[in-house]
């Protein structure tokens, strides 16, 4: 199993442009979440999705929008980059919910917004 | 609100020595902690878990105590190797009704030498 897959790994990006981060897992899992890791501040849940067909906003929502038209599938995307969404992102996945289960995350996707 | 305080690093120590990693929590009732733990260039894993007071979770080599008492859940272990170098986070889950997610702490970085 390759768990849980990220592309790309790395991207840097001019101000206004926009991306599509792909986000893959095989475990079957229903739940599904992107998370944005910045020094001093942990990770902080941007968008998550509790099945397919389902998406619903986190912590910091805004400047991004995200889409789950297949289970094995979690797409980030940034319509319009800032400098401030200069990141790394996390996807992960869990079977159920995270209170009780293990979340499995992806190698990232290093983000720089120029 | 839901928050986790964790020890400011780095954390320097050499092989075979005592590893504590503090972390305090704040929430209402009995949330679900954990520590994960994520190497250079990868994604958090899971490395211990406890949903209730007086829980201890290990794996390993590596032990936390759920104290409601002092809303702690300290990390440690007996024997730290070069190995174990990487970011340790503490995370809870809040026990509310609706979606569970996860609050993170900002990390703490061991670093051990040889």
């Known amino acids: 199993n390759a768990g849980v897959t990220q592309t790309p790994k790395f991207r840097v990006l001019k101000t206004g442009q926009s991306m599509t981060l792909l986000c893959a897992q095989d475990m079957n899992h229903e739940y599904m979440y992107w998370y944005r890791q910045d020094p001093g501040m942990g990770l902080r849940l941007i968008h998550y999705?509790?099945?397919?067909?389902?998406?619903a906003k986190g912590e910091v929502p805004d400047g991004y929008n995200v889409s789950r038209l297949k289970k094995q599938n979690f797409l980030l995307g940034l319509e319009s980059a800032a400098p401030s969404q200069t990141s790394v992102y996390f996807c992960?996945?869990?079977?159920?919910?995270?209170?009780?289960?293990?979340?499995?995350f992806g190698p990232g996707t290093r983000l720089t917004v120029l | 609100g839901n928050s986790v305080t964790q020890m400011e690093g780095p954390v320097t120590l050499s092989e075979e020595a005592f590893l504590t990693i503090n972390c305090t929590y704040t929430?209402?009732?009995?949330?679900?902690l954990f520590w994960y733990v994520q190497y250079p260039g990868e994604g958090l894993q899971l490395l211990l878990k406890?949903?209730?007071?007086?829980d201890k979770g290990s794996n390993k080599g590596f032990e936390a105590t759920y104290r409601k008492e002092t809303t702690s859940f300290h990390l440690e272990k007996g024997s730290v190797q070069v190995s174990d170098s990487a970011v340790y986070f503490c995370?809870?889950?809040?026990?509310?009704?609706?979606?569970?997610?996860?609050?993170f702490g900002t990390g703490t970085r061991l670093l051990v030498s040889p």
């Open positions: 992960a996945s869990s079977y159920s919910w995270p209170g009780n289960n293990e979340q499995f």
């Open positions: 929430a209402t009732g009995y949330p679900s």
């Open positions: 406890a949903t209730k007071a007086d």
């Open positions: 995370a809870l889950s809040p026990m509310n009704t609706g979606f569970q997610k996860l609050v």
């Open positions: 999705s509790v099945g397919e067909g389902t998406t």
